[in-house]
């Protein structure tokens, strides 16, 4: 079976086969995303790898690549930092979101493609896929469904899987 490619559009992610409720980041969806302003990136995006939290979620069953995540773990949003948009150890010396939370909505997260190669400073950092708050209020730029959807979603995703944010 070949991996599911994902689109986002008007508060909805949709799928071969399925669909259910999302959110974008607080300003909506930008062709023009830049670090902190609270905006999903527009456009196509491989989804690459994820990470789960093994103390609340069970290994999930998909094809991609996933890693435990561990208290230490964050990811650099300092744009003027050699690790800018890359997953670092914390306490790190910059900026840098902490992965492991109390809330839940990083219990499993799918990191996409945006911004990595090449990173551009200042470009925006930090967009997944993760799970959604439960009034499905914006995120920070990521993309965001129910926990219930996201785990047998990760079941349709491996290599080549793709995700389309669209406004």
Not at 28 to 56: C, M, N, W
Not at 58 to 70: E, F, H, R, S, V
Not at 72 to 84: E, M, S, T, V
Request: hydrophobic fraction near 40%.
């Amino acid at each position: 079976m070949d991996p599911a490619n994902l689109i986002y559009e008007n508060g909805t992610l949709s799928w071969p086969g399925g669909s259910a409720r999302a959110a974008c980041g607080l300003a909506g969806v930008k062709t023009d995303k830049r670090e902190g302003d609270h905006a999903s990136p527009a456009g196509i995006f491989p989804l690459l790898y994820g990470f789960y939290r093994p103390d609340r979620v069970a290994w999930p069953k998909t094809d991609l690549a996933l890693t435990p995540l561990q208290p230490n773990f964050g990811w650099c949003d300092a744009p003027d930092d050699p690790h800018y948009n890359a997953l670092v150890t914390l306490p790190y010396p910059a900026s840098a979101e902490v992965l492991w939370r109390d809330d839940g909505l990083y219990d499993l997260i799918v990191v996409t493609g945006y911004n990595n190669d090449p990173v551009v400073p200042g470009k925006g950092s930090a967009i997944f896929l993760h799970v959604a708050r439960p009034d499905f209020s914006g995120t920070e730029g990521c993309i965001a469904v129910a926990r219930d959807v996201l785990i047998p979603l990760l079941g349709l995703l491996g290599p080549g899987s793709k995700i389309t944010i669209q406004a």
